[in-house]
């Protein structure tokens, strides 16, 4: 068994400064501004569309990113409408086989240390829930029929590709003090990294 904590990566290299230049080129057809573009006008003028809430123009702009986290978190990820998503199947994976390194990946619950009776509760059902797993495919199941004892905390891997308006809503959403803890775990971090290498698109999101 093998516990592990969630985390993101990028799936293409982001140059925040070329994000911006595009959505402002796609911006000033709206007024017929292009004659306005200079090195750094992206930057005022997407601070002033996002002020103004005109937020169509970053749709023309989207991001790819590769969440790993608990199936429970998963659900909510996909409940976004507008995005794409690829995720890690327990139909056909089986977790027996040794490129899983032949067992199961729990997500840690960010809520609970090592030491809290509940942890140890919550470690326990994981074990047995393995254990269940490999007699189950072991007795001859198939991957598809095993997965009804698989938790929401196995571990699971989506690709997630929205453009920057929903991103920004994803954001707004799943930082905020109502969401759960494991949800706000993964995207307060990705939050962070996205105010890093993005100028302007998401600093005006509270965590």
Known sequence: MNIINPSFSFNDKIDGTEILKKIEKAA???????????????????SNIIKREHESVLEHEKITVTIVCDRGISHEIVR????????????YCNYTDGKF?????????????????????WFEQMEQIEKNYFRIIEMGATPQEARSVLPNSLKTEIVVTMNIREWRHFFKLRCSKAAHPQMREIAINMLEEFKRIIPILFDDIIE
């Open 28 to 46: 000033r057809i709206c007024y017929k501004s292009e004659d306005m573009i200079t090195d750094d006008s992206a930057y005022r003028l997407i």
């Open 80 to 91: 976004h409408r507008i995005a794409s998503y690829s995720q890690e199947s327990t139909r």
């Open 101 to 121: 390194g032949s067992e199961l990946t729990f997500i840690k619950p960010c809520f609970w240390n090592e030491s809290d009776e509940r942890y140890r509760i």
